[in-house]
C-alpha cells in the first residue's frame, strides 16, 4: 500500500486504504482513519514506513543550509519536488524531498509559500532586512537575559535603575526593560517592588506607595501651570453681619462660615455662608481647566493635593479678613429649632474668626452636659447645635451614619499620631446638619426652577450622581446635591455656577443634556472612588507605622464576621486565619501582632483569648457615612 504525505493543518503521513476520484480513505500511523481530500496529498511512496518518514526527513532537514537553498531558488516559484532533485541531483528520495519540504517550511523569511507545496525564494533585499531584525531581535533577547540575570543576583543594571518608577507603577509591556524585570520576578518568585527593596532601590516605603498615587494622577508633577488670578468681587452687598468658620487645624480651603444674629422681635436668624469661587472662576475659563483636570482634593495622612491653586484658594477661602464673596442661605428658627423659612442671596461676608476644633472640641462635652466655658462664639454655636438636634430628629436619619469614630492622622518628623475622633458630637452634628441642609434646600431650588444639576442618589443602599433630583433614601431627603464645597470638589462647583444663575436670573451655563456636564458627573464619580482608594490605602500604611513605632506585640479587636476584624483604636481590617470559629461577630479578642509588612501594607496576628464584653456591631463594621 503507498503512504503518502499531506498538507492540511499541518504536515502529516498516512497510508492510504482506499482512493476516490476525489478523496482518500487513510490511516495515520496511530490507527486514526480520514477522509483527506486528493488536492492535499503531497507525495506518495513506498519507503519508509509512515511514522519513520518525518523522524528520518527532520534529521536530513538538519544536515540542509537554508542560505544555500535560497541561493539555488533564484528568486523564482517553485515546488519543493523539484528543488529537492536539483540539491541531490537525481529523482530524491521520499525522505530527502520531505526533508526539503520541512526546511523549507521552517525558514518564511527566506521563501514565501505560495501554495501546497509550492514556494518563492524572497528578494534580497527583504531578506537582508528580515535577517537584521532577527540579529537585533537576538540581541535584545540575550541583554533580557543579562539583566534577568543580573537582577535574580539583585544588582539592578543601571538602565532598570533609570526607569524604576514606570517599572513598579506603569510598565511597558513591549519594553526590553520591562522583559527583563518581568523575567526575574518570575524566577525570584517576588513582586517587582520587593525585588527592587532587595536590590538595595527601595529604602522608602512610604515614598514607594505615595509615588504610586503621584504616577497615577499626576505624572507631569504636582505644581499647577500658570493662571490668571481672579478679581475680587466689590460690587456685592455687604452681609448685615459678621460669620465665624470651624474646621481642622491646618485646613486652608475654608468652604463654609456661619452667622447667628438675634431680631428685634427675639427671634434668632442662621445665615450658613459657602464661599463662591463661582463668582470668579467662569466655566470653560483656564482656572475651570486646571478644576476640572483635579476634579477634588486629594487627602493622604500628612499630604494634601488641592484642586485648586493655593492663591485662587486664598482669593475665595472665608478666611478671617476683609469681607469674602459668598452664596448664604438664611433661615429664622422656630420655637422647634426648625427653619420656618429660607432664602438665598449673593453678599460678602465678614468674617470674624477661624475657630479650630483642637480649641473648641471641649465644648462638645459642655453643651452634653448644660454648661459653659467662656469660649468665644460659644452661645452662637449652642444654637447652632440645636438647630443641627432638630433638623437630624426632623430627617429621621443620624448625619453620621453607622460609623460611630473617625481617625485623624497627624504626621511629624516621621512619626504618627492617630487621634480617634467621636462622630456625632455637637460641634460635628451641627457642621453636618448645617451642610446638608445647604446642599438639600439648594437642591430643591434648582429642581423647582427645572435647572440641571448634580445630585446625590441613594436607593436601596447604593449612592451614585445623577442628573435628575431623585431621592436619597440614606438622609431622608427628597433630594440632595452637593454645593457645600466648591473650593474642594468640582461637582460643587458645577453646582454654584448654576445656583448663581438661578440667583442672578440668567440662563445657567449647563442643561442637563449638557456633555461638559455629564462627562464632568462621570469623571469625578470615578477619580473620587480612586482617590478614596489611595486615602485608605495610605491610612493603612501609617497605621500599621503607629504599630511597628509604638512596638505593639499584642492589640484588641473586635470581630466583623468569620475571621475579619478590627483593631481597636485604628481604621484598620485584618484576617485572622487562627480565630475560632465559635467566636461570634462583635466579641471582642486580643491577638498578638507577629510580622508587619510595610511593603505589601499587610500585619500578620494571631489569635490569643476572647475578652469579656462585645463592642457594638456598628463600630466594627463601620462604614464611611455621607460626606456633606
Known amino acids: 500500500m503507498k503512504v503518502s504525505l499531506f498538507a492540511v ?26 477522509k483527506v481530500k486528493a488536492g492535499n496529498v503531497l507525495l506518495s511512496f513506498e519507503q519508509p514506513a509512515a511514522g519513520e518518514l518525518l523522524p528520518q526527513a527532520e534529521r536530513f532537514a538538519e544536515t540542509l543550509d537554508v542560505q544555500f537553498l535560497w541561493e539555488c531558488s533564484s528568486g523564482r516559484e517553485f515546488d519543493f519536488r523539484s528543488l529537492a532533485r536539483d540539491y541531490v541531483g537525481r529523482e530524491p528520495s521520499a525522505v530527502e524531498a520531505t526533508g526539503i519540504l520541512l526546511k523549507l517550511h521552517g525558514a518564511p523569511i527566506y521563501f514565501y509559500r505560495r501554495g501546497k507545496g509550492s514556494f518563492q525564494a524572497a528578494p534580497k533585499e527583504t531578506l537582508e532586512l528580515a535577517l537584521a531584525g532577527l540579529e537585533k531581535k537576538r540581541r535584545i533577547q540575550a541583554q533580557i537575559a543579562r539583566w534577568a540575570e543580573e ?83 466689590e460690587d456685592l452687598p455687604l452681609a448685615p453681619g459678621a460669620a465665624f468658620s470651624l474646621d481642622e487645624l491646618g485646613t486652608t480651603e475654608i468652604d463654609d462660615a456661619f452667622s447667628v444674629s438675634h431680631l428685634p422681635e427675639g427671634e434668632v436668624r442662621v445665615g450658613v455662608h459657602i464661599a463662591a469661587p463661582g463668582l470668579g472662576i467662569a466655566p470653560g475659563s483656564p482656572l475651570d481647566a486646571l478644576a476640572r483636570e483635579r476634579l477634588s482634593t486629594a487627602y493622604m495622612p500628612g499630604h494634601k493635593y488641592t484642586m485648586l491653586p493655593e492663591d485662587v484658594i486664598a482669593r475665595f477661602s472665608l478666611d478671617h479678613r476683609a469681607a469674602q464673596p459668598a452664596v448664604s442661605l438664611y433661615f429664622d428658627v422656630s420655637a422647634e429649632g426648625l427653619p420656618k423659612a429660607v432664602h438665598s442671596r449673593l453678599e460678602r461676608v465678614p468674617i470674624a474668626a477661624n475657630l479650630r476644633h483642637a480649641q473648641y472640641d471641649g465644648l462638645n462635652e459642655a453643651f452634653e452636659q448644660g454648661r459653659t466655658t467662656g469660649l468665644a462664639h460659644e452661645e452662637e454655636l449652642r444654637t447652632l447645635w440645636r438647630v443641627a438636634v432638630a433638623l437630624e430628629k426632623q430627617r429621621g ?6 460609623a460611630p469614630l473617625d481617625f485623624s492622622f497627624f504626621i511629624e518628623q516621621a512619626r504618627v499620631r492617630i487621634v480617634p475622633r467621636k462622630r456625632g458630637a455637637p460641634l460635628d452634628k451641627l457642621v453636618s446638619e448645617l451642610m446638608i441642609l445647604v446642599n438639600s434646600s439648594w437642591g430643591e431650588l434648582l429642581a423647582e426652577r427645572d435647572i440641571a444639576a448634580i445630585y446625590r442618589v441613594q436607593s436601596t443602599g447604593k449612592v451614585r450622581l445623577s442628573v435628575h433630583p431623585e431621592p436619597h433614601e440614606g438622609l431622608g431627603l427628597r433630594c440632595y446635591a452637593w454645593m457645600s464645597s466648591p473650593l474642594r470638589r468640582y461637582v460643587d462647583l458645577v453646582n454654584q455656577w448654576q445656583l448663581i444663575a438661578a440667583l442672578q436670573g440668567r440662563r445657567p451655563p449647563y442643561t442637563r443634556t449638557s456633555e461638559a456636564l455629564l462627562s464632568a458627573m462621570r469623571a469625578f464619580e470615578l477619580t473620587s472612588a480612586r482617590y478614596d482608594e489611595h486615602q485608605r490605602a495610605m491610612e493603612t500604611y501609617w497605621s500599621l507605622r503607629w504599630l511597628l513605632q509604638e512596638n505593639v506585640n499584642q492589640i484588641d479587636a473586635t470581630v466583623v464576621r468569620e475571621n475579619l476584624v478590627r483593631l481597636e483604636g485604628l481604621p484598620l481590617f485584618v484576617r485572622v486565619p487562627s480565630l475560632p470559629e465559635a467566636v461570634a461577630a462583635g466579641a471582642r479578642v486580643r491577638l498578638a501582632v507577629r510580622e508587619i509588612d510595610l511593603l505589601e501594607r499587610s500585619v500578620d496576628c494571631a489569635y490569643r483569648e476572647t475578652l469579656p464584653g462585645a463592642a457594638a456591631l456598628a463600630e466594627a463594621a463601620a462604614q464611611p457615612g455621607e460626606k456633606a
Open 151 to 233: 537582577l535574580a543576583q539583585f544588582k539592578c543594571p543601571p538602565e532598570l535603575a533609570a526607569l524604576k518608577s514606570e517599572l513598579l507603577y506603569a510598565p511597558e509591556g513591549n519594553k526590553p526593560e520591562t522583559r527583563a524585570f518581568e523575567q526575574a520576578c518570575r524566577e525570584t518568585g517576588l513582586s517587582g517592588a520587593r525585588l527592587f527593596e532587595r536590590c538595595g532601590l527601595l529604602a522608602d516605603t512610604h515614598d514607594y506607595h505615595l509615588k504610586r498615587f503621584l504616577h497615577e494622577f499626576f505624572p507631569r508633577g504636582i505644581a499647577f501651570s500658570p493662571h490668571p488670578l481672579p478679581a475680587a468681587r
Open 9 to 34: 493543518a499541518a504536515l502529516w503521513v498516512g497510508t492510504a486504504l482506499a482512493q476516490a476520484p476525489a478523496s482518500f480513505q487513510v490511516e495515520s500511523p496511530h490507527g486514526r482513519r480520514s
Open 397 to 402: 436619619r443620624p448625619s453620621a451614619g453607622l
